[in-house]
Structure formats: C-alpha cells, structure tokens
C-alpha cells in the first residue's frame, strides 16, 4: 500500500471506530512515512471565545501520534493494538482557525528502532512529539509515549 493510500485507509478507520472523530470532520492531510498531518475545521471545535476547544486540540494531537504509529507499523506490515501510555500537552496560543495537527518520532526516538522491536518482542514504545500552529507560531505541542502490543488472534 502506498502512502497516499495509506492515508484513505487510516482515514477511514478512525472516522468508523472512532465516533468522536466524526463530529470533530477530522481528515487526514498528509503521509510521508516519517510524518502525520491530519485537520479538523474550527467550527465544530469551537469554544465559547470562539477560538479552538482544548479537548479538540489534545485530541488531534493525540490521535496524530496514534496514527502516526498505526502507519509505520501497517507500512512494515505488522499488526498491533497501539496504546497511549502518558502524555504531556502545551497550549501556548489560541487557535482560531483549522486546527492542523502533524505528529512525527521525537529528537531522542527511531521509528526505525520502534518496528524493530515489535518484531523482535512483539511489544515496543515509542516517543512521539505533535503540533498545532498557528500564523507560523507553535499554539500547542504535545509529548507522549505509545505502546504497540501484538494483537492476540481469538480461536474459535
């Protein structure tokens, strides 16, 4: 699957089995297999001073870094059950347009290392970093650490 497919797909899954996702029109703009880009509009993230809600903000994020590592394992074609195990959020600046969040593999992380060791285990970490800007200033960051775990095959 290329990466422009791998987009529509990931796209698709999160609108299906995540409801949230729906009311918040989030999108997926961009892949590269380093980077994730996805996009809600503003209007059905807003808050009450019109500029984007912090929920809509730690959301995106959040869910960038999980797509992000959903992708480079469904590229390496593994399949896993990926989860947040912490995270850190910043909000340094209103939002008042779409929120774009883009997510790639923190300064001290691999994604590289990260699919090595779920194949070598069948479980890894991996430190992710995200954000939203705003008129080319950075308006929220995020921080966190996922975990991927070799999904269990159920016998019937």
Known sequence: MNHTQRMHALEAEILTGIPLTRAMQLKVLSYDGERLCLQAPLDPNIN?????????????????????ARCVLQDAELDADIYV???SIEY????????VAC????????LADFIAMFRARGKARLQLQASVWENHQEAARLSARFVAKSRVKEVK
Do not use: E
Not at 52 to 63: C, E, M, P, Y
Not at 103 to 110: F, P
């Open 48 to 68: 009450d001073k019109g500029c984007a809600f912090g929920g809509s903000l730690a959301s995106a994020l959040t869910l960038c870094c999980w797509g992000l």
């Open 85 to 87: 195990q912490d995270s």
């Open 92 to 99: 340094l600046l209103p939002v008042w347009g779409n929120i």
């Open 103 to 110: 997510a790639q593999a923190s300064n001290d992380s691999s």
